[in-house]
């Protein structure tokens, strides 16, 4: 089937079965029943995992036709928030990392939406520096057992399964004894709280494990070896916020640029001239994006450019923001438009923040883009148990 076949048919499918009124980012129990019913009908007909691998439950197709099927869902609203963190960073470390069994088992649930995934990096004590965490795993005579508390956990309510990243040696420097597993969300000692902001929604949530029992075979790659199987994560995550995938983003703009065309009076020149300067941007973030899902797809992998493009659209996002403030003034916040603008507006702090800081993503390009000296650390050779890291005393 040729390119623009294959676009007039998923423009078909879209007006059959997708919304374009906005959904709620946070779902309840019946839209997240709805939002799993929708992603098995997306996978049925072919557009659930296009670039994923065929033998693992993806259609095996090429970045043509995902980049396509995106730029037809631009005009609408698909209801697969809660799937984001497992089709943007657990699914793409299990493709990279997991075993065959992992793969048969995760993949295919995950991308028809019977499974919903989330990530479980983050603690109270090791936000920016992930290595820092402490949640601990000791091993058994049959797996593992795990305590400890994660934080800011999107979708956790909602998940079933979750990429988990502990301590399992403290004897060692703190980035070399993490070790990464698939954990199941509703194991005995499991607590899931969700943290309510002050719409009243759950955004994140709180986790507690209180001796969770992981089998020997949910281990992701080798033990001791979690902070390469993190960085993997962290690239997909990355990737996957900058191009829109994560954190319910929309594909190449995430500010709604038509709303606030609409909205602004646009016969001002120097009105015009800042919407071009917010076009020029995002489809530059969006060619970037493009660029380095062409590279992966090819083989090459982009490494710490994945943090170039997770810092231009924090960047992006706040520009976005700070013009629509300016441009629209007060209806800008206001809820006339689905508040379209208003989400995104107070989304653009939290892209700043989540799957790494600008300040940290900036450190990363010096060092492993650029070669510029790293900064100084103090931490690097001491055993993680001599550190007073975190909430540790």
């Not at 992701?220 to 960085?231: E, I, P, R, Y």
């Not at 943090?307 to 700070?322: G, I, R, V």
Request: hydrophobic residues 40%; glycine residues 10%; charged residues 25%.
């Amino acid at each position: 089937m040729d390119l623009e076949e294959y676009r007039r048919q998923a423009r078909s499918w879209l007006e059959a079965n997708a919304r374009r009124s906005r959904d709620e980012d946070d779902p309840g129990a019946d839209g997240v029943a709805a939002a799993k019913a929708f992603m098995a009908d997306l996978y049925d007909a072919g557009y659930s995992g296009i670039s994923w691998p065929a033998e693992w439950g993806g259609q095996g197709l090429s970045q043509a036709e995902e980049r396509a099927f995106a730029e037809e869902a631009k005009d609408f609203t698909l209801p697969t928030y809660v799937f984001s963190i497992g089709l943007g960073m657990c699914g793409p470390t299990l493709v990279d990392l997991g075993t065959p069994g992992q793969k048969a088992r995760h993949l295919r649930p995950l991308l028809r939406g019977e499974e919903i995934w989330c990530q479980l990096f983050s603690e109270p004590g090791a936000g920016s520096d992930v290595a820092a965490l402490q949640t601990r795993a000791t091993e058994t005579e049959d797996g593992w057992v795990v305590s400890g508390q994660k934080v800011w956990t999107s979708v956790a309510q909602h998940a079933d399964w979750g990429l988990l990243l502990t301590r399992t040696d403290v004897d060692v420097p703190k980035h070399k004894g993490l070790s990464m597993f698939v954990v199941d969300m509703h194991a005995p000692g499991v607590t899931v709280r969700p943290l309510r902001d002050m719409t009243g929604r759950a955004h994140f949530n709180e986790i507690f494990f209180d001796d969770v029992h992981i089998p020997a075979e949910n281990l992701v790659g080798q033990v001791n070896d979690g902070w390469n199987c993190a960085v993997t994560t962290l690239l997909h995550e990355r990737l996957s916020i900058s191009s829109g995938v994560g954190m319910g983003g929309q594909k190449d703009n995430p500010v709604a640029f038509e709303v606030l065309r609409h909205t602004v009076d646009t016969g001002d020149p120097l009105v015009r001239d800042q919407l071009v300067e917010l076009y020029i941007r995002s489809r530059a973030l969006a060619l970037f994006n493009q660029r380095l899902a062409q590279e992966t797809k090819a083989g090459v992998f982009p490494g710490a450019r994945g943090s170039a493009a997770k810092l231009l659209l924090a960047e992006l996002s706040m520009f976005q923001a700070d013009l629509a403030t300016s441009l629209a003034g007060p209806e800008a916040v206001a809820y006339e438009d689905d508040g379209r603008l208003a989400g995104a507006i107070s989304l653009a702090p939290a892209l700043a923040l989540g799957g790494g800081t600008n300040e940290i993503m900036r450190n990363i390009i010096g060092d492993r883009v650029l070669n510029l000296p790293p900064e100084p650390r103090v931490d690097k050779t001491v055993p993680f148990k001599d550190l007073k890291t975190g909430t540790r005393q």
